[in-house]
């Protein structure tokens, strides 16, 4: 059993995880950057840990900085949530590199099932059915238009490294499909450090 966990996330998912730490009688650390500084989860935990930077991509995807603090608050585990870290391998890896448990799968299974447009590839392999998309990310914005009008609106565009259904987007006709292809790119880099899309069938 753990003695001390750090949740790798914020807000309400935080909580949950540190509500069933408590009830096991296990210690938490919190994380923060300077826009959540005074959210109930930091007060929540049994210690808070500031990474200063609003941005995402310089505080709940920065690495370095949580494994940092994993490491001086002496957590022997850290749990990601959902979202943000969760899919990231090289993640696991550093956790593993410091002798800190990752809690969830291993770093083949987040690199297998951690991007959408792979797991979506091995389960059609295995002859599972999906939905009918792009198999690769979407890359040519005339080829994306095209291969929307095959599969018929609406589509969606979908993060390929995203989780916590960040960053999707309906789109119903031809004339939204750009900027829902550049808004989610532009999600998915800040959000996960990965601007690849794809676009399948949505289905209502």
Known sequence: ?????????????????????????????AIYSDADATSLYTNYADESYPLGNP???KSYLNIDKIINI?????????????????????????????????????GEVINQMGDKITSKALMKKAGVPVIE?????????????????????PVIVKASAGGGG???RAVYQEDELVRAIESTQS??????GDSTVFIEKYLE
Do not use: W
Not at 2 to 8: H, R, S, T, W
Not at 136 to 141: A, F, L, M, N, S
Not at 187 to 192: G, L, Q, R, Y
């Open 1 to 29: 059993m753990f003695e001390k966990v750090l949740i790798a996330n914020r807000g309400e998912i935080a909580i949950r995880v540190m509500r069933a730490c408590r009830e096991l009688d296990i210690e938490s650390v």
């Open 55 to 57: 941005s995402p991509a």
């Open 70 to 106: 994993a490491l001086e608050s002496g957590a022997d585990a850290i749990h990601p949530g959902y979202g943000f870290l969760a899919e990231n391998s090289k993640f696991g890896e550093e956790c593993e590199k410091n002798g800190i448990k990752l809690i969830g799968p291993s």
């Open 133 to 153: 998309g792009t198999p690769e990310g979407v890359t040519d914005i005339e080829e994306a238009k095209e291969i929307a009008a095959q599969i018929g609106y």
């Open 166 to 168: 960040i960053g999707m």
């Open 187 to 192: 999600v998915a880099s800040t959000n996960f």
